[in-house]
Nanobody, 113 residues
């Protein structure tokens, strides 16, 4: 059983910052990849950023230079700076261990202009 706890969503004005955190717990859990996805009503769920056990990272082009993903064991953080209204979405934590994939419940991020 894997439990995922997300925190840090909220509302902010354009240009502001938010920090999302996700802690995954479970017996013997050491995720291969941890990531953040987001989904807005008008768009499909998309990858925002990911980080693997070697701390290699990937970012969506739309967030490069503004978002930073970091990881400590089974906890992942997403620092979001220079937020834009188009960043408004529900953000989901994603945890991959082998062939198993786990999702968090999602946390709302709203950026007003």
């Amino acid at each position: 059983q894997v439990h995922i706890m997300e925190s840090g969503g909220g509302s902010v004005q354009a240009g502001g910052s938010l920090r999302l955190s996700c802690e995954a717990s479970g017996r013997g859990l050491l995720p291969n990849v941890m990531a953040w996805y987001r989904q807005s009503p008008a768009n499909q769920r998309e990858l925002v950023a990911s980080i693997d056990r070697m701390r290699s990272t990937r970012y969506a082009d739309s967030v490069k230079g503004r978002f930073t993903i970091t990881r400590d064991s089974a906890t992942v953080h997403l620092q979001m700076n220079s937020l834009k209204p188009e960043d408004t979405a529900v953000y989901y934590c994603n945890v991959m261990r082998g062939r198993d994939v786990y999702w968090g419940q999602g946390t709302q991020v709203t950026v007003s202009s």
